[in-house]
């Protein structure tokens, strides 16, 4: 599978953003209280995942079709 130049640009540009969001957000925890670091990093994967798949329009493609409602007046 061959992978274009658009897409790794995309997936670098996302892993610089999820990158720094990570960082301030533990700065941020850390400086309010104590959150242990497994907590911080299962947030960050979990949401670098749902990003991901925005992002690669799997949710789009994956999503139900849409369904048609009658309205009775």
Known sequence: MEISRRTWI???K???????????AAITLASIGNVSDTTIVA????VAFAVSWVQTGR??????APVNVLSHS
């Open 14 to 24: 996302l892993a610089v953003v999820m990158s720094t969001v990570a960082a301030l």
């Open 43 to 46: 947030t960050v994967a979990v």
């Open 10 to 12: 995309a997936a670098v």
């Open 59 to 64: 949710v789009r493609s994956n999503a139900a």
